[in-house]
């Protein structure tokens, strides 16, 4: 059992084989390995036994073979996110933390996702839904959906029962998984997240599945999704104005009297966007003054195209490479990844129940 998710079963107490460990070294070297009995970490200048670590203390230091001390901690669950196999482009830590606020994610809610891509965000919301709450995610991707699947089990020790995973596009997938749950239907979802190129696509089925009162937050990469998305919540009503916002995040640099911000950081990773669902046949009040152009040509629509956003297309070499990667991860923390696409789910017809659905 994976030593990953508080809840998982075993994120605290000394080291045992099956954790995930994150070893410091000397001149800020970082590795993540997982405990196995008589496993061994190497360096080209020294090796550590990982029977050295199983059974000592969270937070202990032990020395390789050629005398180096190296600092063993669990890794939080900013540093698992950072390390773990990646397909699509994750939603970094900070702004994970922003989404859980401006969506307001509570313990108990009921949140829907899209895409998933390689499951960072969903470690956030599954943290912040709680045991008592429900997760559904729906990725258009299979092999996102794969790697995604199997980093979530890493982490968990297992695929959660409260998490949902549909394959398909939103549009179809989030009526017909609502449709299919006894326990949900239209007007019943607390939260939505979207992180995908084309959230204005999504609004209509978002609309339906929101709860009055609910909230919808869209995180995007450009200053052009960004206005299309709030046009065009605007363009169809039943929400309220939208708001924006981005975060950065300077780190400082601390030691004696030198102390001043960091030389470098991250000076962009994506703009988020937070409205709430109006109750069935309620428009929002007209905002005091709208003075700009709110249509847009085609020309403008070329600029949204995924090359000209910079997407880089993946070979579907370097994509197995990647789901292998993240279910030989979840297999050395003893997780059973589960195998195959996640379900479609037809629109009108049944779907899986969130636990059977995901093949774990
Ligand atoms: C940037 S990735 C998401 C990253 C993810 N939030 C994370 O933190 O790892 C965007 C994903 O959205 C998926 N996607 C785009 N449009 C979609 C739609 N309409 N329905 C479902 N998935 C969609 C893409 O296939 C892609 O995997």
Redesign the pocket.
Known sequence: MSAGEPGSGAARGPFRVGDRVQLSGPRGKVHSITLAAGGRFGTHRGEIRHDQLIGIPDGSVVEASNGDRWLALRPLLSDFVMAMP??????YPKD?AQILQLADVFPGATVV??????????LWLLRGVGPEGRLLS????DE?ADI?RANVAARHGGVPANWSLYA????E?LPAALDADPQLGPGSVDRVVL????PW??LDAVADALAPGGVLVC?VATVTQLSRTAEAIRARGGFTQPQASETLVRGWHLDGLAVRPDHRMVAHTGFLLQTRRLAPGVEAPEPARRGSKTEYGEEDVELWTPGALGERPKSDKRMRRVVRDAEKLARETGAEPGAGAAPEVPAGEGSPSGDAGLGG
């Open positions: 990646r397909g699509a482009a994750i939603v994970a996702e899209a895409g998933v891509g390689s499951g960072a965000l969903t729906i990725e258009r991707r996102f995604a398909g596009d939103l549009r997938a992180d995908m190129l084309a696509e999504c995180y």
